[in-house]
């Protein structure tokens, strides 16, 4: 009995150790783990801040396109206006040429018939003066050789006699004097109205080419846009080509791939062709290519744009599915070469994508109804000037 209570005693005194070994190790694994969470909720808070910063950034460049486009619009309809404006002013620069031609013309005639009653007036007068002279000796004449005054004389009635010079003369005046009542009255007007319209020419001259000249800066403002906005996708098309054939080719283990244009002359409204020659294949369409193969060459131009602009992240859900485990492993190689620059968060089913990641999460249900998080962080190890060293990355690979 004594026996069997000593083997029953050293029994419970082993259990009890071993009681308390699980519980210092459960203590420890919760410790471990509480320290995982505070961990996971760090890292939370700042995807949660590069989330908000990304969004703020893209608002931003929205309202700038917007903007760019309100104002392309507004240029435009400007430019609308300035050529109506413009046709408008030209219409009535015309119009008022033509009047001021008539004018001028008129002018000219007006003058030219005052200058002829001028010389006539002018002739007249000399020659009434010369009759007053004329006048004034025969009435001294008449006084000294007759002894008659001329007044008497005057009063008498002589016959007219055909021919008279006298009678022509007052004739011709009669005319002329007919001829000055039915012209009416100079205007005295017609210089200052004449200065008016020059004035009102000359300021309409100068809103024309104000207007040609707003309309020449508008246009040169387009021009300058357009070659802008030409050069920039220029540029970005050809690094994105090559991008994207250095990336098919490793993918693929050979092969090539390019992009090109269906209008190279209009590339603003040119749509893009993509060709794609898969190791032993024929250049083709890539409509006539297989299922993986689409979904490969898709993400030869997903990490070709990628490289040209790249991202604090990037998030690929079950991009794999169709891929073979060779491709799968080329991918992997891939996106963990560009994991220094880019945290990659990918959704996949491939244990050799999982074998890639440096962290990885999963979900399980052990009990009916009840969804469990696991995550598992693998340790890789990589050479570094002849020793080794331990790199833990903070990447995550999410894993429905």
Same mark, same amino acid.
């Given at each position: 009995?004594?026996?069997?209570?000593?083997?029953?005693?050293?029994?419970?005194?082993?259990?009890?150790?071993?009681?308390?070994?699980?519980?210092?190790?459960?203590?420890?694994?919760?410790?471990?783990?509480?320290?995982?969470?505070?961990?996971?909720?760090?890292?939370?808070?700042?995807?949660?801040?590069?989330?908000?910063?990304?969004?703020?950034?893209?608002?931003?460049?929205?309202?700038?396109?917007?903007?760019?486009?309100?104002?392309?619009?507004?240029?435009?309809?400007?430019?609308?206006? %300035? &050529? /109506? !404006?413009?046709?408008?002013?030209?219409?009535?620069?015309?119009? =008022?040429?033509? $009047?001021? @031609?008539? +004018?001028?013309?008129?002018?000219?005639?007006?003058?030219?018939?005052?200058?002829?009653?001028?010389?006539?007036?002018?002739?007249?007068?000399?020659?009434?003066?010369?009759?007053?002279?004329?006048?004034?000796?025969?009435?001294?004449?008449?006084?000294?050789?007759?002894?008659?005054?001329?007044?008497?004389?005057?009063?008498?009635?002589?016959?007219?006699?055909?021919?008279?010079?006298?009678?022509?003369?007052?004739?011709?005046?009669?005319?002329?004097?007919?001829?000055?009542?039915?012209?009416?009255?100079?205007?005295?007007? %017609? &210089? /200052? !109205?004449?200065?008016?319209?020059?004035?009102?020419?000359?300021? =309409?001259?100068? $809103?024309? @080419?104000? +207007?040609?000249?707003?309309?020449?800066?508008?246009?040169?403002?387009?021009?300058?846009?357009?070659?802008?906005?030409?050069?920039?996708?220029?540029?970005?098309?050809?690094?994105?080509?090559?991008?994207?054939?250095?990336?098919?080719?490793?993918?693929?283990?050979?092969?090539?791939?390019?992009?090109?244009?269906?209008?190279?002359?209009?590339?603003?409204?040119?749509?893009?062709?993509?060709?794609?020659?898969?190791?032993?294949?024929?250049?083709?369409?890539?409509?006539?290519?297989?299922?993986?193969?689409?979904?490969?060459? %898709? &993400?030869?131009?997903?990490?070709?744009?990628?490289?040209?602009?790249?991202?604090?992240?990037?998030?690929?859900?079950?991009?794999?599915?169709?891929?073979?485990?060779?491709?799968?492993?080329?991918?992997?190689?891939?996106?963990?070469?560009?994991?220094?620059?880019?945290?990659?968060?990918?959704?996949?089913?491939?244990?050799?994508?999982?074998?890639?990641?440096?962290?990885?999460?999963?979900?399980?249900?052990?009990?009916?109804?009840?969804?469990?998080?696991?995550?598992?962080?693998?340790?890789?190890?990589?050479?570094?000037?002849?020793?080794?060293?331990?790199?833990?990355?903070?990447?995550?690979?999410?894993?429905?």
């Amino acid at each position: 009995m004594r026996k069997e209570a000593q083997q029953a005693a050293a029994s419970v005194s082993a259990t009890l150790a071993g009681l308390e070994e699980r519980s210092r190790g459960a203590e420890a694994a919760f410790a471990r783990i509480d320290r995982m969470y505070g961990d996971l909720e760090r890292r939370v808070n700042q995807l949660e801040q590069q989330l908000a910063a990304a969004t703020a950034e893209e608002q931003q460049r929205t309202r700038e396109n917007e903007q760019l486009a309100v104002d392309r619009e507004r240029l435009a309809e400007e430019r609308r206006s %300035a &050529l /109506e !404006e413009a046709a408008q002013s030209t219409e009535e620069a015309r119009v =008022l040429r033509e $009047q001021l @031609k008539e +004018l001028e013309h008129n002018l000219k005639a007006l003058r030219s018939e005052m200058d002829t009653f001028r010389e006539a007036r002018s002739t007249r007068s000399a020659q009434s003066a010369k009759l007053t002279v004329e006048i004034e000796y025969m009435e001294a004449a008449c006084v000294s050789d007759l002894g008659i005054e001329a007044g008497p004389l005057r009063q008498e009635e002589l016959p007219r006699l055909e021919g008279d010079p006298l009678a022509e003369e007052e004739e011709a005046c009669r005319g002329l004097k007919q001829k000055l009542e039915a012209m009416g009255p100079v205007n005295m007007m %017609a &210089l /200052e !109205e004449y200065q008016e319209t020059a004035d009102r020419h000359g300021f =309409l001259e100068t $809103q024309r @080419k104000d +207007l040609m000249d707003a309309i020449e800066n508008t246009q040169s403002t387009i021009r300058e846009i357009d070659q802008i906005t030409r050069q920039k996708f220029d540029e970005a098309f050809a690094a994105i080509n090559e991008n994207f054939s250095t990336t098919f080719t490793s993918l693929f283990g050979g092969g090539q791939a390019f992009m090109r244009l269906t209008d190279e002359e209009n590339t603003a409204e040119s749509g893009i062709d993509i060709v794609a020659s898969p190791p032993g294949k024929k250049l083709q369409n890539v409509l006539l290519l297989s299922g993986g193969e689409k979904a490969l060459t %898709a &993400l030869s131009l997903l990490v070709g744009i990628f490289k040209h602009a790249p991202s604090p992240f990037c998030v690929l859900d079950e991009v794999d599915a169709p891929l073979d485990e060779t491709n799968v492993g080329r991918l992997a190689e891939m996106l963990k070469g560009m994991s220094s620059e880019t945290q990659f968060l990918l959704v996949t089913h491939s244990k050799r994508m999982m074998t890639a990641a440096d962290l990885i999460y999963g979900v399980t249900m052990q009990e009916p109804g009840v969804s469990k998080l696991v995550s598992v962080r693998l340790a890789h190890e990589e050479p570094n000037h002849g020793r080794t060293r331990e790199r833990v990355q903070e990447r995550k690979l999410a894993m429905a």
